[in-house]
């Protein structure tokens, strides 16, 4: 679609005339300050919250502060083109919603919110495997439209061949697996609180409903929640898988599969070597290693190592238009976009998430014109200073 996300900016001063202002701040990076004071402490913490000190997500937006846009002029740029082909399929921008857990913490719309906005705007939606609706619910949710499903993949076999057997039948058609979180990281914002939302069957709704999963119960889960949440804390992650493993989740799924949370190159070459189709670089937000390199800062050499073998996707820390047009000219084929839509749910359920692609489209099609490029296919290094 040509030109159209810049538009958002015409309808929001239109509508100014009768005395309508958006409802939510059109700067995203001011999404978290209000999402602190309007949102319960706990569940706040929980999407803000990161790995130790906090240290990864400020060298993720570090990292994508610190690069530069250099202007190109007097070219014709009145008809832009965003889409990108992405695992053989086209999308109208270079946007996918990052698969991220336990929305209903957020606002009661949920998964299902957060899909219809999706959905409503073309971009694929990710399902996180510890989702707190079923899969099943969110796929009914979004009629035809593109969705993708993340696993968490863990130590149960017959668990996760049935997911990826579930997720088919609904229509889910790439499969995202995350590899950075076999346990979960030191996150002194959760630890302080106490705070775990799958401790309360929150974000255990895949696994409860899962025949393979219940199997394994000696009661029903309304019997004995508590067995159930011991049960799920047991399988829901394996830090013992190793690249040859990967065999197995090629012999249960037919379409394209990405392996998320890539960030030094020679993984991504021993994906693209295991017959991968893409890579998410990501360092889960900075949720998982305290420490760890920037996202943006792994992602030209990956994109140098695999990206003519392998579909190479981007997040951890993109907030802006700004943010999306740098990660491609970085490499990337398209972004996730993880905690700007959490808070947009949190804040308007699923109009905020509508607003949230909408400016973050609306502005990276501005910085596109306004930088000289009429198509986000052909930013490369180049476009940076
Ligand atoms: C609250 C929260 C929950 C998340 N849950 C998942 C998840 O279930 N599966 C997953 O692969 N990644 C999960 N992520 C990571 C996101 O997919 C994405 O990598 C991350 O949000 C990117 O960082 P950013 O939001 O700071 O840009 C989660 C992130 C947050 C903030």
């Not at 889960?284 to 760890?292: E, I, K, L, T, Y």
Request: charged share 20%; aromatic share 8%; net charge negative.
């Amino acid at each position: 679609m040509v030109g159209q996300w810049a538009d958002f900016q015409y309808e929001i001063y239109l509508n100014g005339m009768t005395g309508a202002v958006p409802r939510l701040p059109t700067d995203l990076t001011r999404l978290e300050e209000l999402a602190e004071h309007r949102l319960g402490p706990g569940p706040v913490g929980y999407v803000a919250g990161n790995a130790g000190d906090g240290g990864t997500a400020r060298a993720n937006r570090d990292a994508l502060e610190r690069r530069r846009i250099v202007p190109r002029m007097l070219r014709d740029v009145r008809e832009r083109d965003l889409s990108v082909e992405v695992l053989g399929r086209t999308l109208p921008a270079p946007l996918a919603l990052a698969p991220v857990g336990v929305l209903s913490i957020m606002h009661p719309e949920a998964e299902s919110g957060a899909a219809r906005a999706a959905a409503a705007r073309g971009v694929p939606y990710i399902l996180s495997s510890a989702s707190s609706t079923p899969m099943e619910e969110v796929a009914e949710a979004m009629g035809d439209a593109e969705r993708w499903f993340q696993l968490y993949w863990g130590s149960d076999r017959e668990v996760t061949a049935s997911f990826l057997a579930r997720a088919k039948a609904s229509g889910y058609s790439v499969l995202v697996v995350t590899l950075d979180t076999p346990l979960l990281s030191w996150r002194p914002r959760d630890l302080d609180r106490a705070y775990l939302p799958f401790l309360h069957g929150v974000g255990t709704a895949n696994y409860f409903t899962d025949p393979a999963f219940r199997a394994g119960l000696a009661k029903p889960v309304h019997e004995d929640p508590n067995a159930a949440v011991l049960h799920f804390l047991g399988l829901f992650g394996d830090a013992g898988h190793t690249w040859p493993d990967l065999g197995f989740l090629r012999e249960h799924w037919d379409g394209p599969i990405v392996l998320k949370g890539v960030l030094h190159p020679d993984d991504a070459r021993l994906a693209a070597d295991a017959g991968m189709d893409g890579v998410v670089v990501s360092n889960h937000g900075g949720r998982q290693v305290a420490g760890s390199v920037a996202a943006a800062d792994a992602l030209p050499r990956i994109a140098e190592a695999v990206g003519d073998r392998l579909t190479v996707l981007f997040d951890s820390g993109i907030r802006t238009g700004d943010d999306v047009f740098k990660a491609l000219a970085l490499g990337a084929r398209a972004v996730l976009l993880g905690r700007p839509y959490v808070y947009g749910l949190g804040l308007d359920g699923q109009a905020g998430v509508d607003h949230v692609i909408r400016c973050l489209l609306a502005e990276l099609d501005l910085t596109l014109a306004l930088s000289g490029h009429a198509s986000v296919s052909t930013l490369g290094p180049d476009a940076l200073g």
